[in-house]
């Protein structure tokens, strides 16, 4: 896999084929079953000796809320902070969980 750096987003499709940007967990991606594939990967990764293991991952794009709403609008929608750190908490937890599951810690590597 050529794969080093993930970039986490989620949006909801419409039935006429348009989309808007959703919650990291809500949405039409399943987050769970891609954060999954990335720690076990990771896991792959670092019992074949590989020194690339490690995969980056973080969310792309926010949710705008609370104070986020009172500041002016970004010429980058979707990156206004409080969003995207409610993001990287989502998917900091799910790692969490997920590798607990797997009995890995959260760095996909096993315990």
Same mark, same amino acid.
């Given at each position: 896999?050529?794969f080093? %750096?993930?970039?986490?987003r989620s949006? +909801?499709r419409n039935?006429?084929?348009?989309?808007?940007?959703?919650s990291?967990?809500?949405?039409? %991606?399943? *987050?769970?079953? %891609? %954060? =999954?594939?990335i720690?076990?990967?990771?896991?792959?990764?670092?019992?074949?000796g590989r020194?690339d293991w +490690?995969?980056?991952?973080?969310?792309d794009?926010?949710l705008?809320?609370?104070?986020?709403? =009172? =500041? &002016?609008?970004?010429?980058? &929608?979707?990156?206004?902070? @409080?969003g995207r *750190?409610?993001?990287?908490?989502?998917?900091?937890?799910? +790692?969490?969980? @997920?590798?607990?599951?797997?009995?890995?810690?959260?760095?996909?590597?096993? =315990?």
């Open positions: 896999s050529r080093h %750096v993930f970039h986490l949006t +909801q039935a006429d084929g348009s989309f808007y940007e959703a990291h967990l809500g949405g039409s %991606v399943d *987050m769970y079953a %891609v %954060v =999954k594939e720690l076990l990967e990771m896991k792959r990764r670092k019992e074949s020194p +490690q995969l980056a991952f973080r969310p794009h926010g705008t809320m609370l104070d986020d709403l =009172k =500041k &002016p609008a970004l010429k980058t &929608p979707g990156y206004h902070c @409080i *750190m409610r993001g990287l908490s989502e998917i900091r937890g799910l +790692q969490l969980g @997920i590798a607990r599951s797997l009995s890995l810690d959260s760095t996909g590597e096993g =315990k």
